[in-house]
């Protein structure tokens, strides 16, 4: 199993297992569609070993033998063609709906979500400002992966260097990977009939809880669109999202940086917590037994 460094906790209850999307191997199975020897990439506990029997459960799994490409490590499938990398691709789409010449802000670009977003962005003409948490990974932005700017959240004032890199063309599209305060200083930025796509929450992760904004009437006189994505409710272009960015990452016109720690599972909860310090850039999964 190969989990991905992510959580979710039931809801009110203290103690729960936590989960997160993993590649698989069936080591026993009794249904066809599964035979002993597939992989699977599937939501699963942080564990060892994982016994699926709920019909629900069964649906999530999805098989990935004959996607799997020799050019690629299989840990690519749990990140820029994974979960995490539909996500970005059909947001992107559906609910960003980008034109060439807009501009695109993503906050937490470098992750694996933000770095896909970006790229993608580009190869249909956006310009592209992103967000990181350290001067090394402002510089993986714009250096390797060719957003035309970025900056440190860290060190530089939000609103100051937003309104300085976008200019007078200002925003058309927020991509949100946070859910910090930085939505004030965009309602602020964005054009008229511009979109809000909120897909990650790191701040409610990192027990980060935000005043609200106190410009919300610019979503109604600008005529903004401030839409949410679940993956889960969206899989029916999975396909087509493997047949198109699959051949950009084999070629490497499509640029990832992730990290891979053959630390097994005992190390989880340790890696979690250096994840959410900043310590990783882009993907971070960890090798809990050898596929």
């Given amino acids: 199993m190969l989990p991905d460094i992510r959580h979710e906790f039931a809801e009110g209850q203290e103690e729960t297992t936590v989960i997160g999307f993993a590649i698989a191997k069936v080591i026993d199975s009794k249904n066809s569609g599964f035979p002993v020897g597939a992989l699977v990439l599937s939501p699963s506990n942080w564990e060892s070993y994982t016994h699926v029997n709920r019909p629900e459960a069964i649906a999530d799994l999805v098989r990935i033998d004959e996607l799997v490409s020799s050019k690629l490590p299989l840990s690519a499938y749990n990140g820029v063609l994974g979960i995490p990398g539909y996500t970005s691709w059909d947001s992107l789409?559906?609910?960003?709906?980008?034109?060439?010449g807009?501009?695109?802000?993503?906050?937490?670009?470098?992750?694996?979500?933000?770095?896909?977003?970006?790229?993608?962005?580009?190869r249909k003409g956006l310009r592209v400002i992103g967000s990181a948490g350290s001067d090394e990974k402002v510089a993986f932005?714009?250096?390797?992966?060719?957003?035309?700017?970025?900056?440190?959240?860290?060190?530089?004032?939000k609103r100051a260097a937003?309104?300085?890199?976008?200019?007078?063309?200002?925003?058309?599209?927020?991509?949100?990977?946070?859910?910090?305060?930085?939505?004030?200083?965009?309602?602020?930025?964005?054009?008229?009939?511009?979109?809000?796509?909120?897909?990650?929450?790191?701040?409610?992760?990192?027990?980060?809880v935000p005043p609200a904004p106190r410009n919300l009437v610019n979503i109604l006189f600008k005529q903004l669109r401030y839409e949410g994505y679940?993956?889960?409710?969206?899989?029916?272009n999975v396909g087509?999202?493997?047949?198109?960015?699959?051949?950009?990452?084999?070629?490497?016109?499509?640029?990832?940086?992730?990290?891979?720690?053959?630390?097994?599972?005992?190390?989880?909860?340790?890696?979690?917590?250096?994840?959410?310090g900043g310590k990783y850039t882009g993907k971070v999964n960890v090798q809990v037994a050898s596929l």
């Fill in 230 to 236: 679940l993956v889960f409710e969206r899989y029916e």
């Fill in 93 to 100: 789409h559906s609910l960003g709906n980008p034109k060439a």
């Fill in 102 to 122: 807009e501009t695109i802000y993503i906050s937490s670009a470098a992750g694996t979500l933000g770095q896909l977003t970006g790229q993608l962005a580009k």
């Fill in 240 to 276: 087509k999202f493997w047949e198109e960015v699959t051949p950009l990452v084999e070629s490497g016109e499509i640029k990832y940086k992730e990290t891979v720690l053959e630390s097994g599972v005992e190390t989880l909860a340790e890696n979690y917590l250096a994840f959410l």
């Fill in 162 to 208: 937003l309104t300085r890199l976008a200019g007078e063309r200002g925003l058309d599209i927020y991509y949100d990977l946070v859910g910090d305060d930085t939505i004030e200083v965009v309602l602020d930025l964005l054009n008229p009939k511009g979109r809000i796509v909120s897909v990650g929450i790191l701040a409610l992760h990192q027990n980060q």
């Fill in 141 to 157: 932005l714009t250096k390797e992966l060719g957003f035309d700017a970025a900056f440190n959240y860290k060190t530089e004032d």
